[in-house]
């Protein structure tokens, strides 16, 4: 079992960066993690995630501009975030998965002018 906290969300204007940090509890070396959102209204959906082995898959709607790192000796998992768009406004949330899926609380990134 693992928690997870979300930090580095908040406001920026179109254009702009912010980088997302997800501590975890516990050692994250065995979890697949991952970072997904969800828009008012809409479904929660895939960003990034990272395999334990280190291979990474993003969204399309993401992809060179985002980027997810994994730090096993702090357990925790960032997603660097450049080029920002408003259709990127959501509340962001971790995840861990082994065997079974584990989440943070999420964070709101509002990217706005």
């Given at each position: 079992?693992?928690?997870?906290?979300?930090?580095?969300?908040?406001?920026?204007?179109?254009?702009?960066?912010?980088?997302?940090?997800?501590?975890?509890?516990?050692?994250?070396?065995?979890?697949?993690?991952?970072?997904?959102?969800q828009a008012p209204g809409k479904q929660r959906e895939l960003v990034a995630r990272q395999t334990t082995f280190g291979s990474t898959n993003y969204a399309d709607f993401v992809k060179g501009r985002f980027t997810i790192s994994r730090d096993h000796t702090n357990n925790t998992v960032c997603l660097q975030m450049n080029s920002l768009k408003p259709e990127d406004t959501a509340v962001y949330y971790c995840n861990a998965f082994m065997r079974q899926n584990y989440w943070g609380q999420g964070t709101q990134v509002t990217v706005s002018s």
């Open positions: 079992q693992v928690q997870l906290v979300e930090s580095g969300g908040g406001l920026v204007q179109p254009g702009g960066s912010l980088r997302l940090s997800c501590a975890a509890s516990g050692s994250i070396r065995f979890f697949n993690m991952g970072w997904y959102r």
